[in-house]
């Protein structure tokens, strides 16, 4: 019995392929009979056996290995994007916290500012001498 199998609580991979190989046994002698009675077309009889003869059972332990390492490297992601996710987060609710103040400034005051900068700037001075002409 494998490592995997006694974890998952699978059938051991011998006792899955033994019993694949008794059905396709029984397959093969249920289409024998068939062709021997004559009841089946025996282009179709050549392509069931084809089937039969491509079936095959996945390595359980390669694909709970697989799920294992896949498992692994999305908890790795998920623990080396979780600082970024953080500071977008903070950064995101931040940007949203001030567009929603700033949007709901009425225009005259943006106005009034924008003067109050241009006269505290010296802007004046500037049309006191363009005017003065």
């Known amino acids: 019995m494998s490592f995997w199998s006694t974890i998952t609580g699978t059938t051991p991979q011998e006792e899955q392929d033994a019993n694949l190989e008794r059905q396709k046994k029984l397959f093969a ?31 359980t332990d390669a694909a709970a290995w697989d799920g294992f390492k896949e498992g ?14 953080v500071v977008g987060a903070a950064g995101k609710g931040s940007s949203q916290l001030l567009g929603g103040v700033l949007k709901n400034i009425p225009w005259w005051v943006y106005l009034a500012a924008a003067a109050a900068l241009f006269v505290w700037m010296g802007g004046l001075s500037l049309l006191k001498g363009r005017l003065s002409k």
Do not use: C, M, S
């Open 72 to 85: 692994a490297g999305e908890g790795l992601n998920n623990v080396l994007n979780f600082p970024g996710e």
């Open 29 to 59: 002698e249920a289409l024998a009979r068939r062709q021997a009675a004559g009841t089946i077309d025996p282009v179709k009889a050549a392509h069931e056996q084809e089937l039969t003869d491509d079936t095959y059972n996945e390595d």
